[in-house]
């Protein structure tokens, strides 16, 4: 393999960073808009939900790589529900699910608002970090904030920050082009 493809191969992997499955390292494909949360990023979001997720159900509606999805189970959530429509992605959550053993997670092959508009949830986290050409936070906040658990909290991030009326932003964040906020409901 030449350097070149080494580091895209390289690049192409995300390291969970806690809990059980802390330091292993999982593949995702190369896809158009696909950018997972850097580790820093989500050693932030996970110190702000208090490390451990033991017994909450959790929500990845955008799921991409799985990173956020993965780091929630290897943290101790009971359930966690990964939802993807891009073929590709899904067939690597479907890898990485195996290889973990990670029972708790439930992958949807579906598009994430059609789904959410369902009768889904409750949940105590909900992860939206939908890409960012999409222009799909808005829309997903309102829908998710109804399949919310009680103090049930949304991870969200953007490049361009959205109306956020509504909402209290309990935490917020810049890594990059990338913005981030743990929110609930006002």
Known sequence: MDSLSQKKAKSNQVRIIGGQWRRRSLHFPDVAGLRPTPDRVRETLFNWLGQRLDGQRCLDLFAGSGALGFEAASRGAREVVMVERDGQAMTALRQNRELLGAAQ??????????????????????????????????????????????????????GTRPDLEGWRILREGRAGLSHFCLLEPA
């Open 105 to 158: 997670i439930e992958l949807v092959a579906a598009d994430g608002l059609a789904w959410l508009a369902g009768e889904r949830g409750p949940f105590d986290v909900v992860f939206l970090d939908p890409p960012f050409q999409a222009d799909l936070l808005a829309t997903a906040l309102t829908v998710a904030a109804t399949r919310l658990a009680p103090g049930g909290k949304i991870y969200a991030e953007f």
